[in-house]
Nanobody, 120 residues
């Protein structure tokens, strides 16, 4: 089995910064795509940012220029640096990873979610 453990959420004032981390552990042959979603109260879960194993990234329009996703393949860890935070960024943030437990078998795993609250 594989577990994703998130850390780094919290309460911050508008304009501030936070850095989320998500470490995968367990039976891991390799990790393909990784990324972050968020879900605000009463809203659907939305993609925030994604990164391929080779480092290609894509972002939601709402966070472009403010958030940066990165990963350390040696540590099976991804990061989300969030700058210039706005109250509308308030949500529970979930990491995911497309994990290969062998050369031919892969499955998506999710973190437990971490709360990010931005006060105005």
């Amino acid at each position: 089995q594989v577990q994703l453990v998130e850390s780094g959420g919290g309460l911050v004032q508008a304009g501030g910064s936070l850095r989320l981390s998500c470490e995968a552990s367990g039976i891991i042959f390799s990790i393909s795509g990784m990324g972050w979603y968020r879900q605000a109260p009463g809203k659907q879960r939305e993609l925030v940012a994604a990164i391929t194993r080779g480092g290609s990234t894509n972002y939601a329009d709402s966070v472009k220029g403010r958030f940066t996703i990165s990963r350390d393949n040696a540590k099976n860890t991804e990061y989300l640096q969030m700058n210039s935070l706005k109250p509308e960024d308030t949500a529970v943030y979930y990491c995911y990873a497309d994990v290969y437990s062998s050369r031919y078998f892969n499955q998506d795993y999710w973190g437990q979610g971490t709360q990010v609250t931005v006060s105005s």
